[in-house]
């Protein structure tokens, strides 16, 4: 069971994959996708907070600082487990 905690570059590819998902729903051009996700990955990189609880991790993603310029986005909070990544509302 441990083995499928994720860890926090499993989360990081996982929004890089889901930002570039989206981007492409929205009929993006694919580079522009790719650098949204690209930046994506390193925003999480440097600021996802994870606890981990052996079996299953809680991921906390602050977003004050683009907030602080005035973008109206929540903060992400998720479970890992198995692998996967579950959205978890407003805590």
Do not use: W
């Not at 440097?46 to 606890?51: E, F, L, Q």
């Not at 109206?72 to 407003?90: A, Q, R, S, W």
């Amino acid at each position: 069971m441990y083995f499928t905690n994720p860890s926090e570059r499993d989360f990081s590819k996982f929004i890089g994959t889901y930002v570039f998902e989206e981007m492409e729903k929205k009929q993006e051009i694919q580079e522009i996708g790719r650098f949204s996700s690209g930046l994506a990955v390193m925003y999480v990189e440097k600021n996802v907070i994870r606890s981990n609880f052996i079996f299953a991790s809680y991921y906390h993603l602050d977003f004050y600082r683009l907030r602080s310029f005035g973008a109206k986005i929540e903060d992400v909070n998720m479970i890992g487990i198995f692998g996967t990544f579950f959205p978890l509302t407003n805590l």
